[in-house]
């Protein structure tokens, strides 16, 4: 089992940037992909940036966020990060942490076994 809590969301201006963090429980973080989506109202949650497991060596992003967001991963902090610049109105959301028991990265939310809360992000114009 493993539990994700979500932080570090809320209110921004367009072009600023915001750092999320997700603090997982269990002692095998390490050991699972991880993942950000994200869900605007009236809209699916989808696919934001997900990182390989252990040393997370692969990374992979949703085109809309390629080049400003980026993900990593503490695993002695069994934490996961999502670092956001250049943040556009479109960018609102609320923010989902997930974990994957698998040994590739995942884009779906089917693929992912828990998910956090999530963090509300909203970007002013």
């Known amino acids: 089992q493993v539990q994700l809590v979500e932080s570090g969301g809320g209110l921004v201006q367009a072009g600023d940037s915001l750092r999320l963090s997700c603090a997982a429980s269990?002692?095998?973080?390490?050991?699972?992909?991880m993942g950000w989506f994200r869900q605007a109202p009236g809209k699916e949650r989808e696919f934001v940036a997900a990182i390989s497991r252990r040393s997370g060596g692969n990374t992979g992003y949703a085109d809309s966020v390629k080049g400003r967001f980026t993900i990593s991963r503490d695993n002695a902090k069994n934490t996961v990060y999502l670092q956001m610049n250049s943040l556009k109105p479109e960018d609102t959301a609320v923010y989902f942490c997930a974990a994957a028991y698998t040994t590739r990265v995942a884009t779906t939310p089917e693929q992912y076994d828990y998910w956090g809360q999530g963090t509300q992000v909203t970007v002013s114009s």
């Open positions: 269990g002692r095998t973080f390490g050991d699972y992909v």
